[in-house]
T-cell receptor, first 110, second 116 residues
Framework: DGGITQSPKYLFRKEGQNVTLSCEQNLNHDAMYWYRQDPGQGLRLIYYSQIVNDFQKGDIAEGYSVSREKKESFPLTVTSAQKNPTAFYLC?????????FGQGTRLTVV | GQQVMQIPQYQHVQEGEDFTTYCNSSTTLSNIQWYKQRPGGHPVFLIQLVKSGEVKKQKRLTFQFGEAKKNSSLHITATQTTDVGTYFCAARSLEAGGTSYGKLTFGQGTILTVHP
């Protein structure tokens, strides 16, 4: 079953803690993306990667970090430096045309 | 960086009415994509437009790409309750050299509600 998998679906974090969101794809796509979605603000790009071992900052990269050690995996770490991390996080992958999205991870800081 | 502005932010219609959302860019776009996100779901690709002046139809949905490739629209004829959701346009930048596509930037989205 081909697709893109995000885990966990819901995540709770204490203030001051780092947390890593998982994103795995078996579509053999080169490009992968992380977006943050807040109510009424659409999708804002955090980081993207076009190839293994390379990634670029998006529009709101501060307080986040990523790695791309394998083609299939693009984990996102939300660090304690991110002042307002509560949001819905979406991972996507693509080749040249359409982007395929995972089901998302809803992160809540408690 | 490349930005796409989308209007309106919200649209409330009665079932059977038409609906249009608009996407505008200050720069020429290499292509424009449209996605739909159902409430509680994730964005799903609808279509990609590449050519200047291109018009594509999917049943009741009509997609247009402007002649200058700086704007696009999605029009839904005779809305149904199944059309409820958020509609996004997205633009993909063409990386230097034109050999690969990189950053994919989304508009703010238009939230459509349909009253039966």
């Amino acid at each position: 079953d081909g697709g893109i998998t995000q885990s966990p679906k819901y995540l709770f974090r204490k203030e001051g803690q780092n947390v890593t969101l998982s994103c795995e794809q078996n579509l053999n796509h080169d490009a992968m993306y992380w977006y943050r979605q807040d109510p009424g603000q659409g999708l804002r790009l955090i980081y993207y990667s076009q190839i293994v071992n390379d990634f670029q900052k998006g529009d709101i990269a501060e307080g986040y970090s990523v790695s791309r050690e394998k083609k299939e995996s693009f984990p996102l770490t939300v660090t304690s430096a991110q002042k307002n991390p509560t949001a819905f996080y979406l991972c996507a992958s693509s080749i040249f045309s359409e982007a395929f999205f995972g089901q998302g991870t809803r992160l809540t800081v408690v | 960086g490349q930005q796409v502005m989308q209007i309106p932010q919200y649209q409330h219609v009665q079932e059977g009415e038409d609906f249009t959302t608009y996407c505008n860019s200050s720069t020429t776009l290499s292509n424009i994509q449209w996605y739909k996100q159902r409430p509680g779901g994730h964005p799903v690709f609808l279509i990609q437009l590449v050519k200047s002046g291109e018009v594509k139809k999917q049943k009741r949905l009509t997609f247009q790409f402007g002649e200058a490739k700086k704007n696009s629209s999605l029009h839904i004829t005779a809305t149904q309750t199944t059309d409820v959701g958020t509609y996004f346009c997205a633009a993909r930048s063409l990386e230097a050299g034109g050999t690969s596509y990189g950053k994919l930037t989304f508009g703010q989205g238009t939230i459509l509600t349909v009253h039966p």
